[in-house]
C-alpha cells in the first residue's frame, strides 16, 4: 500500500465516523449470495425474517415487469418467476430500508439516483443478455454508498462540493478531491470492508469511474458488471434522477456492452422512466407495485 494511500484512509477513518449498520437480513441475504450451494428453501426463509417481503415479492412477480399470463400467489412460485439471482437482489436491497430513510434533500436525491441506476442495470443486463439480470441491481444500489455517507458525515463540506459540481460542471469524484482530498470512492470502498461485502462488489463501489476497465480487468464477468454500471449511471444521469450530473461513456465501452447506438440507448432510457417508479416503491415498501 502506497504512503498516499494510507493516509487517504487515515483520514477517512477520522473523519467517517457515523457509519450506518447493515440490516440482519442484508446481511443473511449476502451470506446466501457469498455461498454457491445456497438453495430456494435458504431463500425463504431468509425472506421470512421480514414478513413483509413475501406480500412485496408477490407484488413485484405480478407487475408488469415480470408479468405472465397468470397470477402467482405463492411466495416459491414467485422467487422462481422473478428468479433466484433477481429475488436475493431485491430482497438485499429492500432491506435497506432503514438506511433509505432520508434527513435532508440531498439524502433523498442521492439514494433516488442509486435506486434509479439499480434498476437500470438490471434492465441493461436483461435487454444485453450479458449477465443475469439480477446480478447487476445489487451492484447499481450500492455504487455511490460514498456519497451516501461522506454526505451524512459531512453535510456542509458536501453541500460545497455539489455546488462545485453544478457551478463549474465537473464530475463528483474531481470536486470531492479538491475539496475533501478524498472522493466518494474511497470512501464507498471503505465503507464496503466494514460492511465485510463481496470482494467483487466492493471492487465495483470502488472502481466505477475507471476509464482502463477495458484494458486493466481481466476478470470478463467483473468487467461486464463494472460497465453496466457505469452506463446505467450515465442514462440516469442523462434523465436526471436523483443527485446527478452529466456524464459519458467511451465508445469502446458502449459497444462493448452491445448499446452503439443512440436508439438502443433511448430504448433503454424509456424502460427505465417506466420501470424505476415500480422498483422505487418496491424498495421502500411504499404503494403498490
Not at 461522506?150 to 462545485?164: F, G, H, Q, S, T
Request: aromatic letters at 6%; glycine letters at 4%.
Amino acid at each position: 500500500m502506497t504512503a498516499d494511500k494510507m493516509q487517504k484512509l487515515k483520514d477517512i477513518s477520522e473523519i467517517v465516523t457515523d457509519i450506518p449498520s447493515l440490516p440482519v437480513v442484508a446481511t443473511k441475504i449476502l451470506q446466501v449470495i457469498a455461498d454457491e450451494a445456497s438453495s430456494l428453501k435458504e431463500l425463504i426463509k431468509v425472506i421470512s425474517l421480514d414478513q413483509s417481503f413475501s406480500s412485496r415479492l408477490l407484488r413485484i412477480a405480478n407487475s408488469a415487469f415480470y408479468r405472465r399470463d397468470s397470477s402467482v400467489t405463492d411466495v416459491t412460485d414467485a422467487v422462481i418467476r422473478i428468479g433466484f439471482t433477481a429475488t436475493k437482489a431485491f430482497v438485499f436491497a429492500a432491506s435497506l430500508k432503514d438506511i433509505l430513510r432520508t434527513s435532508n434533500k440531498t439524502d433523498k436525491a442521492l439514494w433516488e439516483h442509486n435506486m434509479a441506476v439499480s434498476i437500470g442495470a438490471t434492465i441493461i443486463a436483461n435487454e444485453t443478455a450479458l449477465l443475469p439480470s439480477g446480478e447487476p441491481l445489487i451492484y447499481g444500489l450500492l455504487h455511490d454508498i460514498g456519497k451516501v455517507v461522506i454526505n451524512l458525515n459531512m453535510r456542509d463540506r458536501y453541500a460545497e462540493v455539489i455546488r462545485m459540481v453544478n457551478e463549474q460542471s465537473i464530475p463528483f469524484n474531481e470536486a470531492e478531491y479538491q475539496l475533501l482530498g478524498f472522493d466518494h470512492c474511497d470512501v464507498g470502498d471503505f465503507v464496503a470492508k466494514q460492511w465485510h461485502l463481496p470482494e467483487n462488489l466492493s471492487f465495483v463501489i470502488a472502481n466505477h469511474h475507471r476509464e482502463d476497465l477495458l484494458e486493466k480487468i481481466k476478470d470478463l464477468p467483473l468487467k461486464k458488471v463494472i460497465l453496466i454500471t457505469k452506463a446505467a449511471d450515465v442514462l440516469c444521469s442523462d434523465l436526471g434522477i436523483g443527485l446527478a450530473h452529466p456524464k459519458t461513456l467511451a465508445k469502446n465501452e458502449w459497444d462493448a456492452l452491445k448499446l452503439p447506438s443512440q436508439k438502443k440507448r433511448d430504448k433503454i432510457m424509456q424502460k427505465i422512466e417506466k420501470e424505476y417508479p415500480e422498483y422505487r416503491n418496491f424498495i421502500t415498501g411504499q404503494g403498490a407495485v
